[in-house]
């Protein structure tokens, strides 16, 4: 891309007299940086190899004419980042709006008239200086956007132990970030007093602000349960809600508050507490039948001072839990009718006894299936964990 300090023009016309007078207007208007081309095979060799920040092009040329191209540029993709300001004579208006019609931007008519030329020539350069600082910005704004998806990929595991005697689990896991960053994290590690912890949660809104916003939960989260010992003992999941929820309702603005679950496994009892902050309800598949674990509390982070409840479960051999993000059984097709948490509770029932990458490809691409409006959609994250 040339600077608009000083741009660079490309006059293309037939006629010697035509180019040499634009060419010198043109100097005499501050735009020294002129290419000329006789014909449009000429200019298509020059805008090939060479960035132009304006064409000045002839409508009537041998070998190739005005209309052919504007035809190559648009085939080029290249009619979006370079005017072209037609120029034509007074006989040849039905010519002009054609080339209107195909991509130019403007016209000028034969013979030339100084003030017009450089209003036509300010406005059309403007235009694209504007232009291409938007699209510099969306280039910057991109490129931070795929560094948070990175982070947010990046703050969550992709690879868990093999089960084993030290490992009694199965555990699979799949988090596709939304075209705008959101806020879905998940994960799943050992306690300092050796339980297993996995926790779910859903930021409100997107963007890196939402990313930001659950890597700090997570952060927070880690520090109560991953790396407290023996004279800080593991505070229990209802306590530790109530805490993130008035950590994120004193520093955080008032749009902002997330769901979450948050459970912890003890291997010697078989017992798995939890408590879910207004996040959606975890499926417990058991010998084919699908239920869903019960609770509900408020969301963290929306107001002061919110107690919490925790529940507990005592797991079998088998059992397979899956938790979620709200994108799976919120996806909506044409009709606007929802995937729905039975829809994933059938799939989930009916596929238990396979591999857990196997049931988390069905049912992503299930929801994939489904969904109507891939632009306009959440994160999808699924957590799936067998009990061995």
């Known amino acids: 891309m040339t600077t608009l300090a000083s741009p660079r023009i490309l006059v293309v016309d ?5 180019r040499y007078t634009l060419t010198l207007y043109l100097d005499l208007e501050g735009y020294p940086n002129v290419e000329t081309a006789q014909d449009g095979e000429e200019a298509v060799a020059l805008l090939e ?19 052919g191209v504007l035809a190559w540029l648009k085939a080029k993709g290249r009619l979006h980042n370079i005017p072209v300001i037609m120029v034509s004579a007074l006989n040849e208006m039905n010519s002009v709006v054609r080339c209107i019609e195909l991509g130019a931007v403007d016209y000028l008519t034969k013979p030339f008239n100084p003030v017009l030329l450089r209003a036509r020539l300010g406005a059309s350069l403007e235009k694209k200086r504007l232009r291409d600082q938007v699209h510099a910005h969306l280039a910057r704004l991109e490129e931070e956007l795929d560094a948070a998806r990175k982070l947010q990929m990046g703050m969550v ?30 994960d799943v590690f050992r306690a300092a007093d050796g339980s297993l912890c996995f926790f779910i949660g859903d930021v409100s809104g997107k963007g890196v602000s939402a990313a930001l916003l659950m890597a700090s939960i997570q952060s927070a989260l880690h520090a ?6 023996a004279s800080h003992p593991v505070l229990s999941t209802a306590v530790l809600m109530a805490l993130i929820s008035q950590q994120l309702y004193e520093n955080t603005p008032p749009e902002k508050y997330a769901t979450f679950f948050c459970s ?43 107690q919490y409840e925790q ?25 606007e009718q929802e ?23 069905l049912v992503t691409g299930a929801v994939e299936k489904w969904i109507h409006d891939p632009e306009g959609r959440d994160d999808l994250t699924l957590l799936l964990l067998r009990k061995l």
Do not use: C
């Open 339 to 361: 995937f729905g948490e039975a829809r994933l509770a059938e799939l989930l029932a009916a596929q238990v006894d396979k591999p857990l990458g196997n049931i988390i490809t």
């Open 157 to 186: 595991p992709q690879s868990f132990p093999a089960p084993g005697p030290d490992f009694p689990w199965d555990i699979q896991a799949s988090i596709e970030p939304a075209r705008e960053v959101g806020g879905d994290l998940y």
């Open 264 to 306: 912890v496994y003890d291997d010697e009892t078989g017992r798995l507490t939890y408590t879910n902050a207004g996040h959606l309800k975890p499926i417990l598949v058991r010998e084919g039948q699908a239920t869903t674990l019960e609770g509900d509390g408020m969301v963290v982070g929306l107001l002061p001072n919110v």
């Open 14 to 18: 037939d006629n010697d007299d035509n």
């Open 224 to 229: 109560q349960l991953k790396f407290s010992g």
């Open 49 to 67: 190899v060479e960035e132009f920040d304006l064409v000045l092009l002839d409508v009537m040329m041998p070998r190739l004419d005005g209309y």
């Open 311 to 335: 529940q507990d479960v005592l797991l079998q051999t088998g059992d397979l839990l899956a938790v979620f993000s709200d994108r799976i059984p919120e996806a909506e097709d044409a009709a």
